[in-house]
């Protein structure tokens, strides 16, 4: 085995070791599932559990991939949701099996492979091994990373970890393109990997698209000794970005059209600016502050101590990884500054919210800071260290830790034993520095016990982000009601004014629900609520009731409108508290729900008069899948499915083309002659195969330039 070879082995065995203790609560009991200590949700839970579950049964049952979603809000595009799952191959992972063990494995194999590609773009970069190593378990064990496992978010997680990947792909493209060899199939496997991060979370893509801009510039100027080939260069991110756009366009294109239908479209400067780090929470980057994981800015105490250092590393002063840590936290403030508007302005990111999740760019920057501080103790001459007065920075920065977090200890707001981890760690590391440049430790002793004291801090705080949650006995609450409440898929809807029916229950039992939670609404459909059930007009929310004060269970002025929701063929109205409602009839409490009957209900499908939409009368539908409804149906009239129109969906009347109507502003229709006649409503969105179409023929091309000799 070459030295490379093992070089990259030993990098990955020390990446997975690493991944598997940021993780430990889940390391440990692999079959629970991770939530924020305290939370009552996840979004591994409402969104990408039930998608994985959902992809198996329709393999299992239908023979089909769905591309329609009947289970949240009446139904949405399936293939056109980034939470479905469907485009970012690991996912099928969880689709193969579904459950909490399948998403920890991917949590796990993402947090291994960012640190191995933190220790890759950090060898690119020049640091030593050493550095490099460090680098790595400071990215991958990254509590952020680790928060936002906490959280559910499956998509996100995964995307962020191809950062450094991209920063690295992008680096040997332009030095191929300085000696000119194969450079053409580097940009291209650049483009094609941001592609794949675009089907892992878009939201992540565009501000990874600016680092790697950025970066190449550096790169570009850092080198510009050599001759810039900036005609090249410039083809080069043609080409990347050509190469990006074709793997991403089959979820790209879909996507693009439910977003220009969807409430997302619309969102405020406010609504997206939603989660914005406080300018308290800087405090966060040396203690960790209460509040939502979002805010968390902790890279490690330690972590900034041996920072301290890049700033003496004789060989290469890190100011490009300061600038990046220094403006992500900058942009992490939102509105607060100037520089998030500016980023604001740029095309697709009105659609980003949270501005706090560039602290992700931001804990790669302190990354590379550790690396580099941890290489100027390797190549640095004892007496100049001393000579540059060292110790006094150190000593100083150490003091501001002590000082911080003894500060928020005394007026409150702190954990205060896992508070200790910040001066703790920062101590012991300054301590270890102190006597190495006294001479009194080898540089072989050394190294591995500052590695040692940053893997403590950060897994002192890493272990105290999750609590891990049994899978059964999640699923087991509500588990009465949702069994009462199950059927066929077709047959009826139920709507829960307080999220009284989980999502993940609610599809393994087939409850079909009106409500839901997803980032991604209809307008159509939103707007035909706000009069069904009394929602707020023009509001953005991810849920649909949305809650006020975040909490489902509280009242917020439910008012049903029985024949809107009677043509939804909603026939259940599940409430954590009860309700007055003339059109409602009470049936009962299961599992401390109450549950009306709605009066009016229709049926999945009727026929109605072209003249008079009350004139009205039941069809059966005599097949159904996620993709397609068959249905019998004697003209004349209009034949409306209590179904969401939306592009892609068309009706063929005893095989032929038909006209698809939308009837109510919202609902699938089609009229008929007089006599008998079968209808067949499919679903085969144009976007949807023209993305899959450019798609292959990028990954075709992709092969061909790296296959071919």
């Given at each position: 085995?070459?030295?490379?070879a093992?070089?990259?082995l030993?990098?990955?065995?020390?990446m997975?070791?690493?991944?598997?203790?940021?993780i430990?609560?889940l390391?440990?009991?692999?079959?629970?599932v991770?939530?924020?200590p305290?939370?009552?949700f996840?979004d591994?839970?409402?969104s990408h559990w039930p998608n994985?579950?959902?992809i198996q049964?329709s393999?299992?049952?239908?023979?089909?991939?769905p591309?329609?979603?009947?289970n949240?809000?009446?139904?949405?595009?399936f293939?056109?949701?980034?939470?479905?799952?469907l485009w970012y191959?690991?996912?099928w992972?969880?689709?193969?099996?579904p459950?909490?063990?399948?998403?920890?494995?991917?949590?796990?194999?993402?947090?291994?492979?960012?640190g191995?590609g933190?220790?890759?773009?950090?060898?690119?970069?020049?640091?030593?091994?050493?550095?490099?190593?460090l680098?790595?378990i400071?990215?991958?064990?990254?509590?952020?990373?680790?928060?936002?496992?906490?959280?559910?978010?499956?998509?996100?997680?995964s995307?962020?970890?191809w950062?450094?990947w991209?920063?690295?792909?992008?680096a040997?493209?332009?030095?191929?393109?300085?000696?000119?060899q194969s450079?053409?199939?580097?940009?291209?496997?650049?483009?094609?990997?941001?592609g794949?991060?675009?089907?892992a979370?878009?939201?992540?893509?565009?501000?990874l698209i600016?680092?790697?801009?950025?970066y190449?510039?550096?790169?570009?100027?850092?080198?510009r000794?050599s001759?810039?080939?900036l005609?090249?260069?410039a083809?080069?991110?043609?080409?990347a970005?050509?190469?990006?756009?074709?793997?991403?366009?089959?979820?790209?294109?879909?996507l693009?059209e439910f977003?220009?239908l969807?409430?997302?479209?619309?969102?405020?400067?406010?609504?997206r600016?939603?989660?914005?780090?406080?300018?308290?929470?800087?405090?966060?980057?040396?203690?960790?502050?209460?509040?939502?994981?979002?805010?968390?800015?902790?890279?490690g105490?330690?972590?900034?101590v041996?920072?301290v250092l890049?700033?003496?590393?004789?060989?290469?002063?890190?100011?490009f990884?300061?600038g990046?840590s220094?403006?992500?936290?900058?942009?992490?403030?939102?509105?607060?500054?100037p520089?998030?508007n500016?980023i604001?302005?740029?095309?697709?990111?009105?659609?980003?919210?949270?501005?706090?999740?560039?602290?992700?760019?931001?804990a790669?920057g302190w990354a590379?800071?550790?690396?580099?501080g941890?290489?100027t103790?390797l190549?640095?001459?004892?007496?100049?260290?001393k000579t540059r007065?060292v110790k006094?920075w150190?000593f100083?920065?150490t003091?501001?830790?002590?000082?911080?977090?003894?500060g928020?200890g005394i007026i409150?707001?702190?954990?205060?034993?896992?508070q200790?981890a910040?001066m703790?760690t920062?101590?012991?590391v300054?301590?270890?520095?102190?006597?190495?440049?006294?001479d009194r430790i080898?540089?072989?002793?050394?190294i591995?016990?500052i590695l040692?004291?940053?893997?403590?801090?950060?897994?002192?705080?890493?272990v105290g982000l999750?609590?891990?949650?049994?899978?059964e006995?999640i699923l087991?609450?509500?588990?009465e009601?949702?069994?009462?409440?199950q059927s066929?898929?077709?047959?009826s809807r139920v709507?829960?004014?307080s999220?009284?029916?989980?999502?993940?229950?609610?599809?393994?039992?087939?409850?079909?629900?009106?409500?839901?939670?997803?980032?991604?609404?209809?307008s159509?459909y939103?707007?035909?609520?706000?009069?069904?059930v009394?929602?707020?007009?023009?509001?953005?929310?991810?849920?649909?009731?949305?809650?006020?004060?975040?909490n489902?269970?509280t009242?917020w002025?439910?008012?049903?409108d029985?024949?809107?929701?009677?043509?939804l063929?909603?026939?259940?109205?599940?409430?954590?508290?009860?309700?007055?409602?003339?059109s409602?009839?009470?049936?009962?409490?299961?599992?401390?729900v109450?549950?009306?009957?709605?009066?009016?209900l229709?049926?999945?499908?009727?026929?109605?008069?072209?003249?008079?939409?009350?004139d009205?009368?039941?069809i059966?539908?005599?097949?159904?899948?996620?993709?397609?409804?068959r249905?019998q149906?004697?003209g004349?009239?209009?034949?409306?499915?209590?179904e969401?129109?939306?592009?892609?969906?068309?009706?063929?009347?005893?095989?032929e083309?038909?006209?698809?109507?939308?009837?109510n502003?919202?609902?699938r229709?089609?009229?008929?002659?007089?006599?008998e006649h079968?209808v067949i409503?499919q679903?085969?969105?144009i976007?949807l195969?023209v993305?899959?179409a450019?798609?292959?023929?990028?990954?075709?091309?992709?092969?061909?330039?790296w296959?071919?000799?």
């Open positions: 085995m070459s030295t490379r093992r070089d990259w030993l990098a990955l065995l020390v997975a070791i690493a991944g598997a203790l940021w430990l609560p390391t440990l009991r692999p079959q629970h991770p939530f924020w305290g939370a009552g996840s591994l839970l409402i994985a579950f959902w049964q393999i299992a049952e239908w023979g089909q991939i591309l329609w979603n009947p949240i809000l009446s139904g949405i595009p293939a056109a949701d980034p939470l479905s799952g191959l690991p996912n992972l969880a689709v193969a099996f459950g909490a063990i399948a998403f920890n494995t991917l949590f796990w194999i993402h947090l291994t492979w960012a191995l933190a220790w890759a773009l950090a060898r690119e970069e020049g640091l030593s091994k050493w550095g490099a190593v680098a790595g400071v990215f991958g064990g990254a509590p952020k990373f680790v928060a936002h496992i906490a959280l559910g978010h499956v998509g996100l997680v995307a962020v970890s950062t450094p991209v920063l690295l792909l992008t040997k493209t332009l030095r191929q393109i300085r000696t000119e450079w053409l199939k580097w940009g291209a496997l650049t483009g094609a990997v941001l794949l991060v675009f089907r979370d878009p939201r992540w893509s565009i501000p600016g680092f790697a801009v950025v190449g510039i550096r790169n570009m100027l850092r080198d000794q001759g810039l080939k005609r090249r260069i083809l080069a991110g043609v080409v970005g050509v190469f990006a756009a074709a793997i991403a366009a089959c979820l790209g294109l879909p693009w977003l220009r969807s409430t997302r479209s619309g969102i405020s400067a406010n609504e600016a939603i989660f914005s780090l406080p300018l308290e929470g800087l405090l966060g980057t040396i203690s960790i502050l209460e509040g939502t994981p979002e805010w968390l800015a902790y890279f105490a330690s972590v900034l041996i920072s890049a700033m003496f590393n004789p060989d290469r002063r890190p100011w990884w300061i990046v220094f403006f992500s936290t900058i942009l992490a403030l939102g509105p607060a500054t520089f998030y500016l604001s302005a740029l095309p697709g990111a009105d659609v980003l919210r949270v501005p706090a999740r560039f602290l992700f760019v931001s790669l590379f800071l550790a690396g580099y941890l290489d103790l190549i640095s001459n004892r007496d100049d260290i007065g006094i150190l100083a920065i003091s501001l830790i002590l000082a911080v977090n003894i928020l409150g707001g702190v954990d205060s034993i896992r200790l910040p703790i920062a101590i012991l300054f301590a270890l520095i102190s006597i190495f440049i006294a080898t540089l072989r002793r050394i591995p016990l040692g004291v940053v893997v403590i801090d950060l897994l002192w705080i890493n999750i609590e891990p949650k049994s899978t006995a087991s609450d509500r588990s009601l949702t069994s009462f409440l066929d898929h077709g047959i709507f829960s004014p999220y009284s029916v989980p999502q993940p229950q609610a599809v393994i039992n087939g409850v079909e629900l009106a409500d839901g939670v997803n980032p991604l609404q209809l159509a939103r707007h035909y609520m706000e009069a069904a009394g929602l707020d007009a023009g509001v953005y929310d991810v849920t649909l009731p949305s809650f006020p004060d975040g489902p269970s009242p002025g439910f008012q049903a029985g024949e809107a929701l009677g043509r063929n909603v026939e259940w109205i599940a409430s954590d508290y009860p309700l007055e409602d003339d409602l009839t009470p049936s009962g409490i299961v599992d401390g109450y549950l009306y009957r709605l009066e009016g229709r049926t999945r499908s009727w026929m109605e008069s072209s003249e008079n939409d009350l009205w009368q039941p059966t539908i005599t097949q159904w899948t996620p993709n397609w409804i249905l149906a004697a004349p009239g209009v034949v409306v499915l209590s969401v129109a939306y592009p892609g969906w068309r009706v063929l009347v005893d095989g083309p038909s006209m698809l109507l939308t009837v502003g919202l609902f229709a089609v009229e008929l002659e007089a006599g079968e409503f679903f085969y969105p976007t195969m993305g899959i450019i798609s292959g023929v990028g990954l075709l091309i992709l092969l061909y330039l296959l071919r000799r």
